[in-house]
């Protein structure tokens, strides 16, 4: 069996922020968290169908440092069915307990170079060695979808 992790922010979807100065673009919707607390967002095109295929490989959990309830809502808003979201809160309690988790294979998919994200990986290595896959940076559909040819290329990691 294998554990498929991946990350959201930047991977399957992209928060606008002002504090940076991006204006959302025209496919991005309003994702609330509570009264104060409002994003908008876009999808990666192909987002859905990559994590489909990941599913066929084995069973699929969101690892993000992004807070839980943040993560709930991206999960429920765009239907990205996981059934499992480990956030910062988890990844800042300690490791992961293996005993929750099939033995055999740990993947994990994330938008920043391996040497960025010790956490995550420090995290995942109570469960087995992380086989770890640089996904291309998400901004914007114009200029980095999910193509099939990236989808193939990606999940290609997984399939033996």
């Given at each position: 069996?294998?554990?498929?992790?991946?990350d959201i922010d930047e991977t399957l979807l992209h928060t606008f922020s002002i504090?940076?100065?991006?204006?959302?673009?025209?496919?991005?919707?309003?994702?609330?968290?509570?009264?104060?607390?409002?994003?908008?967002?876009?999808?990666?095109?192909?987002?859905?169908?990559?994590?489909?295929?990941?599913?066929?490989?084995?069973d699929v959990y969101a690892l993000t440092a992004a807070t839980a309830d943040y993560?709930?809502?991206?999960?429920?808003?765009?239907?990205?069915?996981?059934?499992?979201?480990?956030?910062?809160?988890?990844?800042?309690?300690?490791?992961?307990?293996?005993?929750?988790?099939?033995?055999?294979?740990?993947?994990?998919?994330?938008?920043?170079?391996?040497?960025?994200?010790?956490?995550?990986?420090?995290?995942?290595?109570?469960?087995?060695?992380?086989?770890?896959?640089?996904?291309?940076?998400?901004?914007?559909?114009?200029?980095?979808?999910?193509?099939?040819?990236?989808?193939?290329?990606?999940?290609?990691?997984?399939?033996?």
């Amino acid at each position: 069996m294998k554990n498929i992790f991946v990350d959201i922010d930047e991977t399957l979807l992209h928060t606008f922020s002002i504090v940076y100065g991006e204006t959302p673009t025209k496919d991005a919707v309003k994702v609330e968290l509570n009264e104060n607390e409002i994003y908008d967002v876009v999808l990666r095109n192909g987002a859905i169908k990559f994590l489909s295929y990941l599913r066929t490989y084995g069973d699929v959990y969101a690892l993000t440092a992004a807070t839980a309830d943040y993560a709930a809502a991206m999960n429920q808003k765009f239907n990205l069915r996981f059934e499992h979201i480990f956030s910062r809160e988890h990844i800042q309690a300690g490791q992961a307990d293996p005993s929750f988790f099939a033995k055999g294979s740990v993947y994990l998919y994330d938008n920043l170079p391996r040497h960025e994200n010790r956490s995550k990986i420090v995290f995942l290595r109570p469960i087995n060695d992380v086989n770890y896959i640089q996904v291309p940076v998400f901004y914007n559909n114009k200029t980095s979808p999910f193509t099939d040819s990236l989808i193939d290329s990606l999940v290609s990691h997984v399939k033996d």
